[in-house]
T-cell receptor, first 113, second 118 residues
Framework: NAGVTQTPKFQVLKTGQSMTLQCAQD?????MSWYRQDPGMGLRLIHY???????DQGEVPNGYNVSRSTTEDFPLRLLSAAPSQTSVYFC????????????FGPGTRLTVT | AQSVTQPDIHITVSEGASLELRCNYS??????LFWYVQSPGQGLQLLLK??????LVQGIKGFEAEFKRSQSSFNLRKPSVHWSDAAEYFC????????????????FGKGTLLTVNP
């Protein structure tokens, strides 16, 4: 049981490039989400999904796309990277909609130059 | 919308001293409350959570937190800090995305960095 895994651990992009951050969980959790963490800002919700085929926006969705074709995977796509997207990205999952512990992946540190 | 305030950005304590990290939340009803810890370069690990019932909750690593409805607070405490407790601590509130809805999300505070002196 690997929990929540994220790849890559580190990534450097040039402005305008696109890429996909991968996230997978093997706990059969319904709910998955993406956060970004910036110094002094805590964690801010980008997008979330309550099940396969269902996604919704969080606090800071602009510049990011998500899809949820399977229960296990929840990739985050940066369409055209900008320096403002330099951040650490965390994927998380939990069993249900309310009240369950949220498990976090180890994070992806992204730098956009 | 819910919000979380952690008034202390950085706290330094000596090893063996007691610790209290403050957390205040804003939400109209009783929320779900959580404390997470993040070691450098790591993801977040759940320390403890409050859903209902006993307002004093015990967590892992010897931590406890007390929910005080009248003060909208959920402060984290530990009686004797160890050097390995040095990390960043995040308080979070879980509440419905929309009023009356069944989808809920976590809103995090900005974190408190704990330094432990030997």
């Amino acid at each position: 049981n690997a929990g929540v895994t994220q790849t890559p651990k580190f990534q450097v992009l040039k402005t305008g490039q696109s890429m996909t951050l991968q996230c997978a969980q093997d706990m059969n959790h319904e709910y998955m989400s993406w956060y970004r963490q910036d110094p002094g800002m805590g964690l801010r919700l980008i997008h979330y999904s309550v099940g396969a085929g269902i996604t919704d926006q969080g606090e800071v969705p602009n510049g990011y796309n998500v899809s949820r074709s399977t229960t296990e995977d929840f990739p985050l796509r940066l369409l055209s990277a900008a320096p403002s997207q330099t951040s650490v990205y965390f994927c998380a999952s939990r069993k249900g909609r309310q009240g369950y512990e949220q498990y976090f992946g180890p994070g992806t540190r992204l730098t956009v130059t | 919308a819910q919000s979380v305030t952690q008034p202390d950005i950085h706290i330094t304590v000596s090893e063996g001293a007691s610790l209290e990290l403050r957390c205040n939340y804003s939400y109209g009803a009783t929320p779900y409350l959580f404390w997470y810890v993040q070691s450098p370069g790591q993801g977040l690990q759940l320390l403890l959570k409050y859903f209902s019932g006993d307002t004093l909750v015990q967590g892992i690593k010897g931590f406890e937190a007390e929910f005080k409805r009248s003060q909208s607070s959920f402060n984290l405490r530990k009686p004797s800090v160890h050097w390995s407790d040095a990390a960043e601590y995040f308080c979070a509130v879980g509440a419905p995305v929309e009023s009356g809805g069944s989808n809920y999300k976590l809103t995090f505070g900005k974190g408190t960095l704990l330094t432990v002196n030997p």
